[in-house]
T-cell receptor
């Protein structure tokens, strides 16, 4: 069974500093996708970044980058130049194939990021 | 505006009540999902619909009953719930085909409290 592990319940960072949120995964699939989502206090899940298992380069989206280490089965999220608005819950997720058509995502427990001024 | 709209945003109900959560998307997506988010637990996948057919039911108790009348609407009918069912219920949709990523687009959730 696929599994996502986020070992940091909470992280604290000061504005303008970089922070790394850890994620490890377990799967026997050769082809898979990894995602990071942000959940502010409003509850909405906001897609941040995606990494495919066959992508040779680490994904980047603005201030977000994904440090993908396939052999270690890790997919850490790096946020550069943190902003107060980055304070939220962050979830790592993996795409899981359903028995029939389509896919769904399985999620880790999340990491709460607090950014201070 | 996320493109996926959930109503109501907040719901308080007694254990004997019957209520429904509604999810609507006009993004042209053909798959829709219900997730449950309880405190200190990962998001739990409840139901998956693809092309209006249920393709996954993750051992969810029968007191939760999903309905997908068309590709734009998804309901979660609730009856005789328990206090431990109190949670944030998130609806999501995804576009046709696997695409480059297969990301899910989420609504803002319905916060349910069962008394």
């Amino acid at each position: 069974a696929q599994k996502i592990t986020q070992t940091q319940p909470g992280m604290f960072v000061q504005e303008k500093e970089a922070v790394t949120l850890d994620c490890t995964y377990d799967t026997s699939d050769q082809s898979y996708g990894l995602f990071w989502y942000k959940q502010p206090s409003s509850g909405e899940m906001i897609f941040l970044i995606y990494q495919g298992s066959y992508d040779e380069q680490n994904a980047t989206e603005g201030r977000y980058s994904l440090n993908f280490q396939k052999a270690r089965k890790s997919a850490n999220l790096v946020i550069s130049a943190s902003q107060l608005g980055d304070s939220a819950m962050y979830f790592c997720a993996m795409r899981e194939h359903m028995n029939q058509a389509g896919t769904a995502l399985i999620f880790g427990k999340g990491t709460t990021l607090s950014v201070s001024s | 505006e996320t493109g996926v709209t959930q109503t109501p945003r907040h719901l308080v109900m007694g254990m004997t009540n019957k209520k429904s959560l509604k999810c609507e998307q006009h993004l042209g997506h053909n798959a829709m999902y219900w997730y449950k988010q309880s405190a200190k637990k990962p998001l739990e996948l409840m139901f998956v619909y693809s092309l209006e057919e249920r393709v996954e039911n993750n051992s969810v108790p029968s007191r939760f009953s999903p309905e997908c009348p068309n590709s734009s609407h998804l309901f979660l009918h609730l009856h005789t719930l328990q206090p431990e069912d109190s949670a944030l219920y998130l609806c999501a949709s995804s576009p046709p085909g696997q695409g480059a990523s297969g990301e899910l687009f989420f609504g803002e959730g319905s916060r349910l409290t069962v008394l």
